[in-house]
């Protein structure tokens, strides 16, 4: 079974950009909390001194979007790719 990478690379970019969206509206509505929820991520004491205010801005939403989703096209082309030979030789 071999995966289809433009299929595959798509559904994957599309679902994070998906997921990215869905994380930025909740730190644009709840800043405070994704300060905390930050924090316990990466077990800090005190996660407003590292990570400050959090604010978003709508250019940085969409540059960061289509950051987000060509990284993880890119990186699933590749996966795609050696997943596709590691099957081959079966």
Same mark, same amino acid.
């Given at each position: #079974?071999?995966?289809?990478?433009?299929? +595959?690379?798509? $559904?994957?970019?599309?679902?994070?950009?998906?997921? %990215?969206?869905?994380?930025?509206? +909740?730190? !644009?509505? /709840?800043? $405070?909390?994704?300060?905390?929820?930050?924090?316990? *991520?990466?077990?800090?004491?005190?996660? !407003?001194? =590292? /990570? &400050?205010? #959090?604010?978003?801005? /709508? &250019?940085? /939403?969409?540059?960061? *979007?289509?950051? =987000?989703?060509? %990284?993880? %096209?890119?990186?699933? *082309?590749? +996966?795609?790719?050696? +997943?596709?030979?590691? =099957?081959?030789?079966?």
């Amino acid at each position: #079974m071999s995966l289809n990478s433009q299929k +595959f690379s798509l $559904s994957a970019a599309v679902s994070a950009g998906v997921i %990215y969206a869905a994380c930025t509206l +909740f730190v !644009a509505l /709840f800043p $405070s909390a994704s300060i905390k929820l930050m924090g316990w *991520l990466f077990h800090l004491s005190s996660a !407003a001194s =590292v /990570f &400050g205010s #959090m604010r978003v801005s /709508f &250019g940085d /939403f969409i540059g960061s *979007l289509l950051e =987000v989703t060509i %990284y993880l %096209y890119v990186t699933s *082309l590749i +996966f795609v790719w050696i +997943f596709n030979r590691s =099957v081959k030789h079966q």
